[in-house]
């Protein structure tokens, strides 16, 4: 599994942005998966996960109702659409992957990261 997060940039407060991950190793199917993001000085965060195929989905309380997350089973990509961001969303967000179970910041793969930061 080779995890490749794209999307970032810098957005002022309220602007949206779509992260893209993709596995440049292969396959996603049958892997959850999820984005987990980590601000300076603080602790890892869990954003969004998904479930093989994509029927379940959950959110971490700061993102619930303002960030999606999707898959696309053919083009295995996992998306995060981010709506109304703040600028307490600034951190580096990483693509991670479980076959086991529901992504965590406990999980197996991960990304390089992307770099979000929200200005005010």
């Known amino acids: 599994v080779q995890l490749q997060a794209s999307g970032g940039g810098l957005v002022q407060a309220g602007d949206s942005l779509r992260l893209s991950c993709a596995n440049f190793?292969?396959?996603?199917?049958?892997?959850?998966m999820g984005w987990i993001r980590q601000a300076p000085g603080k602790e890892r965060e869990f954003v969004a996960g998904?479930?093989?195929?994509?029927?379940?989905?959950n959110y971490g309380n700061a993102v619930k109702g303002r960030f999606t997350i999707s898959r696309d089973n053919i083009k295995n990509t996992v998306d995060l659409q981010m709506n109304s961001l703040k600028p307490e969303d600034t951190a580096i967000y990483y693509c991670v992957a479980d076959r086991g179970g529901p992504a965590s910041t406990a999980a197996p793969f991960w990304g390089q990261g992307t770099q979000v930061t929200v200005s005010s």
């Open positions: 998904i479930s093989w195929p994509g029927t379940r989905k």
């Open positions: 190793g292969g396959t996603l199917s049958y892997y959850y």
